[in-house]
């Protein structure tokens, strides 16, 4: 795995290192999950090793649905996620989601129930953790592992896809989601690189892999035919998706591991300096229009929200941030009562930004009143 070789001592990249290339078994995964909504129903982790579904009420709290596995079930008491790091896709009828080392299911979205793989999990069929999501494409369901392991699934049944047999090997471990636009899978690895393969059977689209100095711990598809590639080299690169060129290489004071938000042709992103960015990419090269971290202190992990003119940035200490989206000026800063740390994206709903924890607790920042609250649970949820 490429590194800053600055860093090389650091907790975190130990684990990233280790687990990239497979070769330790983490103990206590966390994981880092954004919610899902669906109308006024939200999926997300209660607790690490679950799966949860809501109805947010009339009067802004949360009422559990269900939860997966659920323990009081004999046939679910198998069932052991650990952690779940990707977003839920919610799709016909169907939760679709992936967990740290208990498999990759889906579920009966009224009742959470397991349609496949049953109720031992479908852990024999995979070989690596999953630290990302599922990417959905038609009846395609698709994910990665630590072992540099591609796989592409029928959603009717879970069974390997025409052409995806055997799962594809990329080089070095993946933590990012896989990405798919049209007829192209795009993969991003923690040896650097982005690789870009044919949706039909996993055949190399590009002539070679993007290859990045550092390791590649997430990816997002942008407008245009285009690819946001943070880098831990401290580097944001913009590729065409079509061919692999690199169109930008920006340079950030620290890692960056996150996806962007973006409006107006304009991407804003923080890193592990504690440091926002808001970069034109109307342009090629991008330009940095402006960086702050008047607001923030400490590192980054978490995609921001953008509503109103509002940014709103999660940090690592657990505080949310909002700042002008137009100068970067700090607008104020809440601290979160609760435990636990923000890494997940937050999300952008009917004008408010959600954010979780990994405690697994759930706050609606709003960015006109520049205030953030607990959304609280009803009596009897877990």
Request: glycine letters at 10%; a neutral charge; aromatic letters at 8%.
């Amino acid at each position: 795995m490429k590194i800053p070789r600055l860093l090389a001592a650091a907790p975190l990249l130990v684990l990233i290192a280790l687990l990239a290339s497979a070769c330790v078994r983490i103990e206590n995964p966390q994981g880092w999950a954004e919610p899902t909504f669906d109308g006024s129903t939200v999926y997300f982790p209660k607790s690490k090793d679950k799966l949860s579904a809501f109805e947010i009420t009339l009067d802004g709290s949360l009422t559990q649905l269900w939860q997966f596995p659920d323990t009081n079930r004999e046939d679910e008491k198998a069932i052991k996620l650990q952690a779940i790091y990707g977003a839920a896709i919610k799709a016909s009828g169907r939760i679709y989601f992936a967990s740290f080392s208990g498999g990759v299911f889906a579920l009966d979205a009224t009742t959470g129930r397991a349609i496949w793989p049953g109720k031992a999990g479908d852990k024999a069929q995979i070989s690596g953790n999953i630290t990302g999501g599922v990417a959905l494409a038609g009846d395609k369901l698709l994910f990665a592992t630590t072992e540099g392991l591609l796989y592409a699934w029928n959603t009717s049944d879970g069974s390997p896809a025409k052409g995806w047999e055997k799962p594809k090997k990329v080089d070095g471990g993946v933590w990012a989601t896989p990405v798919v636009s049209g007829d192209t899978v795009f993969v991003a690895t923690m040896d650097g690189e982005v690789q870009a393969l044919s949706l039909a059977d996993g055949s190399a689209k590009w002539p070679a892999p993007f290859k990045a100095s550092g390791s590649v711990a997430d990816l997002t598809l942008l407008d245009g035919g285009r690819l946001f590639v943070p880098s831990l080299n401290r580097h944001v690169y913009i590729l065409d998706a079509t061919s692999g060129a690199t169109q930008s290489d920006f340079r950030a004071d620290d890692w960056v591991w996150t996806r962007p938000a973006v409006k107006d042709n304009v991407a804003y992103f923080g890193d592990f300096s504690g440091k926002t960015y808001a970069l034109d990419i109307s342009v090629a090269p991008a330009t940095q229009m402006w960086s702050s971290d008047a607001a923030l202190g400490t590192r980054v992990k978490s995609g921001p929200a953008i509503l109103d003119g509002v940014l709103v940035v999660g940090d690592r200490a657990s505080v949310v941030n909002f700042l002008d989206a137009s100068t970067g000026t700090g607008l104020n800063k809440v601290p979160l009562a609760g435990d636990g740390t923000i890494r997940a994206n937050l999300v952008a709903k009917d004008g408010l930004a959600y954010v979780v924890t990994t405690a697994g607790k759930l706050y609606r920042a709003d960015p006109k009143a520049k205030q953030v609250v607990e959304v609280p649970l009803a009596g009897g949820a877990k």
